[in-house]
T-cell receptor
Framework: KAGVTQTPRYLIKTRGQQVTLSCSPI?????VSWYQQTPGQGLQFLFE???????NKGNFPGRFSGRQFSNSRSEMNVSTLELGDSALYLCASSATSGGGSEQFFGPGTRLTVL | QQQVKQSPQSLIVQKGGISIINCAYE??????FPWYQQFPGKGPALLIAIRPDVSEKKEGRFTISFNKSAKQFSLHIMDSQPGDSATYFC???????????FGAGTRLFVKA
């Protein structure tokens, strides 16, 4: 079974630009969660999608948004990039929604904002 | 109340020694407690997980000890090896919570 894939692996953007990151979950998994990982804040939950519906959202500004498609692939978008958005963005897939179950992480997308 | 507090921040252990990482939580709704291992440049990988109906779970050299009354759980790595050098995260979630809360992480270095 193929693992979670994320594209692109690396991105360099400038302040004010927007960016879209993509995540393909493990085949058969319908839940996708997104996390931001930084040295100072650790792993912070962004949002979770299940069957194209956002089930929960973390404490991030509205510049961070996401969506999920009918094939369970998910994208997250960050608009009006700020220097503080530089981070590793991880997605995780799970067979079930709601928490309380195993999550499988992708390798992440390293975003650098200049 | 949804925080998971992890300690220590970093840990140096001799090869063959025992590595111990501790976590504490407050939300009694949590019902799934996984530990993740992360190597540089990689995403976290599930190492071992426990539910509150058991006090201990062992998989190879890795053991989770769980104390429900104290709301604490810990990871023990027996016979630590240099290949175990990585960052370890504890986490907690609950069915219906739709998110996982992670500890701050522990950087483990095993000296050869």
């Amino acid at each position: 079974k193929a693992g979670v894939t994320q594209t692109p692996r690396y991105l360099i953007k400038t302040r004010g630009q927007q960016v879209t990151l993509s995540c393909s979950p493990i085949s058969g998994h319908r839940s996708v969660s997104w996390y931001q990982q930084t040295p100072g804040q650790g792993l912070q939950f962004l949002f979770e999608y299940f069957s194209e519906t956002q089930r929960n959202k973390g404490n991030f500004p509205g510049r961070f948004s996401g969506r999920q498609f009918s094939n369970s692939r998910s994208e997250m978008n960050v608009s009006t990039l700020e220097l503080g958005d530089s981070a590793l963005y991880l997605c995780a897939s799970s067979a079930t929604s709601g928490g309380g179950s195993e999550q499988f992480f992708g390798p992440g997308t390293r975003l650098t904002v200049l | 109340q949804q925080q998971v507090k992890q300690s220590p921040q970093s840990l140096i252990v001799q090869k063959g020694g025992i590595s111990i990482i501790n976590c504490a939580y407050e939300n009694t709704a949590f019902d799934y407690f996984p530990w993740y291992q992360q190597f540089p440049g990689k995403g976290p990988a599930l190492l071992i997980a426990i539910r509150p109906d058991v006090s201990e779970k062992k998989e190879g050299r890795f053991t989770i000890s769980f104390n429900k009354s104290a709301k604490q759980f810990s990871l023990h790595i027996m016979d630590s090896q240099p290949g175990d050098s990585a960052t370890y995260f504890c986490a907690a979630s609950w069915a219906g919570g739709f998110k996982t809360i992670f500890g701050a992480g522990t950087r483990l270095f095993v000296k050869a």
